[in-house]
């Protein structure tokens, strides 16, 4: 099975209070609704998620608001994983009470006189986070090429249930907000899945949805 890879992966709790102090890292908690991170044009900070749910959106020139990502537990966030450009506006916003650290970038790629083995460690988890990233937001864009809602949602569940490697996935959103995820109608989503509910392609159970490949054609 995959490592599952975070900032602090092979690196031990005091070498993580010893970072703290040597990236200047700080800690601040937001209600929902806050705003936790405007992205600016420069790399400047790495944002990680220590407790709760934040969402990234993406608002262009035209004001419209798109949904990116979801940001849970462990989620890394900020400038170096998606550099803005000029005519969109990137930001994430707190879906619950959440506390994020934060860690100014140019701490991370200066190695200190020390050259300590904390530093290198997180230098190359960064490296695997953004690849990571990087992987994640082309299968989105896979899915959202799907012409219509039936495919965007098999594709979605299909990639779930790949990256989980089960037949069994949970929705790590709402629904209200997949349908954003997606850039589909909620109520043309939910009609869709009852449909692929009483063809006996998935079984679902809350947020729960058991996928039945045998049966699956996307």
């Not at 600016?40 to 990502?69: F, H, P, S, W």
């Not at 550099?83 to 506006?89: G, R």
């Amino acid at each position: 099975m995959k490592q599952h890879i975070t900032l602090f992966t092979d690196i031990l709790p005091e070498e993580q209070e010893r970072m703290r102090i040597c990236f200047n890292a700080r800690e601040e908690t937001f209600r929902s609704g806050e705003t936790i991170m405007e992205y600016a044009g420069t790399m400047q900070k790495i944002g990680v998620i220590l407790y709760g749910r934040a969402v990234l959106y993406c608002c262009d020139t035209d004001g419209d608001e798109n949904m990116i990502d979801e940001l849970n537990k462990e989620a890394v966030f900020g400038e170096p994983f998606l550099l803005p450009s000029d005519s969109q506006h990137y930001y994430v916003v707190a879906a619950e009470e959440t506390r994020a650290m934060f860690i100014d970038y140019e701490h991370v790629i200066k190695r200190c006189e020390n050259a300590c083995h904390h530093h290198s460690q997180m230098v190359s988890n960064l490296l695997q986070l953004t690849a990571l990233q990087s992987r994640q937001q082309m299968e989105r864009i896979y899915v959202l090429s799907r012409s219509t809602t039936r495919q965007k949602i098999l594709s979605y569940l299909n990639a779930l249930s790949a990256e989980k490697q089960s037949d069994t996935v949970r929705i790590p959103m709402s629904y209200t907000s997949l349908a954003q995820y997606l850039s589909v109608d909620r109520s043309a989503m939910t009609r869709e899945l009852k449909n692929l509910e009483e063809e006996q392609i998935i079984e679902k159970n809350g947020r729960n949805i058991l996928v039945r490949k045998y049966r699956l054609q996307i």
